[in-house]
T-cell receptor, first 114, second 114 residues
């Protein structure tokens, strides 16, 4: 089974803090994704990476950055957290071996910024 | 570009009743289609997918979906729901032969009542 893990299930931070969300997958997948999920808005893609050190902006990259130094790990960084970044953050991975882009998800991190 | 519309944000239903969750998509090219389920405070889990062939697709937990190309729909059905089916359901689409991203709908909250 593919396993995608996220470093924290719940996180509380203060406005202005630098926040790191970590995601690790154990299936040697090439592609990794960060989404945020908000009620009524579904999943919105923040950033994705198709290879080590490669990244592409998704639909809502403002206020976020990412890092992928190793194939199995994809980090989401909030340089200066703001209250409007309070949300559920979901990490996912997929392999190029499958043509249909099925994504495997982690359990999510619920971030609250006070 | 592709898009997904889930017409119902919430669907209440009594236990053992049938249910249909609607999904329509828009794309200029052929697509792969997915339904994911998210139980409370968890990540997304694949329910079923349509890749090709038979338009009726069976998934886990007794769910099935039918691909209708002329109506660009991929509605999810279950003949008899259980209280444990209470969750949020997301429809998603990816393009055949291009890109590695999924586009998600805004989700439908299924609430099963006794």
């Amino acid at each position: 089974d593919v396993k995608v893990t996220q470093s924290s299930r719940y996180l509380v931070k203060r406005t202005g803090e630098k926040v790191f969300l970590e995601c690790v997958q154990d299936m040697d997948h090439e592609n990794m994704f960060w989404y945020r999920q908000d009620p009524g808005l579904g999943l919105r893609l923040i950033y994705f990476s198709y290879d080590v050190k490669m990244k592409e902006k998704g639909d809502i990259p403002e206020g976020y950055s990412v890092s992928r130094e190793k194939k199995e790990r994809f980090s989401l960084i909030l340089e200066s957290a703001s209250t409007n970044q309070t949300s559920m953050y979901l990490c996912a991975s997929s392999t190029d071996s499958l043509s249909y882009n099925e994504q495997f998800f982690g359990p999510g991190t619920r971030l609250t910024v006070l | 570009a592709q898009s997904v519309t889930q017409l119902d944000s919430q669907v209440p239903v009594f236990e053992e009743a049938p249910v249909e969750l609607r999904c329509n998509y828009s794309s200029s090219v052929s697509v792969y289609l997915f339904w994911y389920v998210q139980y409370p405070n968890q990540g997304l889990q694949l329910l079923l997918k349509y890749l090709s062939g038979s338009t009726l697709v069976k998934g886990i937990n007794g769910f099935e979906a039918e691909f209708n190309k002329s109506q660009t729909s991929f509605h999810l059905r279950k003949p008899s729901v259980h209280i444990s089916d209470t969750a949020e359901y997301f429809c998603a689409v990816s393009q055949r032969g291009g890109g590695n991203k999924l586009t998600f709908g805004t989700g439908t909250q299924l609430k099963v009542e006794l």
